[in-house]
């Protein structure tokens, strides 16, 4: 804490690793949902032929 | 994809500026920016979290305007589009908040004080906590759409009250925000072209994953009828 009092700048950088984190953490969820989604369709493709 | 090679240069040039720019008492050249008494490096913030409250309000409008327009058509893409708003403006709602605690802990001294501002953005975290709530609750998709579209009009005007009214109504400790009583921008040059940029990025951010989930939440939808056929 000492450390970030006098170095405010890394508060900046923790301040914006934050939103990174928050939009990489959404992008990422999304992903592994699209992936599911398209297992679900190719496999009911395959049935299908 | 043009958009999305200028999007990711132009807010990598933005975290660089606004981190790496030396801020200096007396700025003399167009790279260098003034030293805010108080907060020196801590004014920073104002490149990532106020963009981070800025998109939590476009997204929480746009989730009221697709819900009117629900309303209006009954068209299932319209609930989709509104509920996805809500949700990527409950992501950056969260976003500011933490952002504003982290801040506000080396400002003021603790992470939360209670300040009109966060007492607002608590508020608003809750109104739409429960929009959340309200949508699981309910299995009949219609009867779904059309009650959380009546709750995201309804959660949507008080956005602007939450947001831009209550904050200056009351004191706080809050910095001088840019839409402040006087109408005037008390803002370096610099510093505002870096803020512009950042608030533009920020958007195209945004709207490009909300564009995401669009395309995803279609797909699915189509899916879950072709199953139910």
Known sequence: ?49 | MVFKIVLGIGLTLVIIAGIALPMVPNPSSFFELPVVPGLEDKARIIFFHVPTAWVCVIAFIASLIYGIQYLRTKEILYDIKSVTAASLGFLFCILATVTGAIWSKFTWGAFWNWDPRQTSIFVLLLIYGAYFALRSSIEVEEKRASLSAVYSIIAGLTVPFFIFIIPRIVSSLHPDPIINPQGKIHMNPTMFLIFLASLTGFTAVYLWMFNLRIRFSKIQYQQQMKEQE
């Open chain 1, 1 to 49: 804490m000492e450390f970030l009092n006098q170095n405010s700048l890394y508060i900046v950088l923790i301040i914006t690793l934050i939103c990174w984190f928050g939009i990489f953490g959404y992008l990422f969820s999304l992903d592994k949902k699209i992936n599911k989604l398209e297992e679900k369709i190719n496999k009911e493709s395959k049935a299908v032929k």
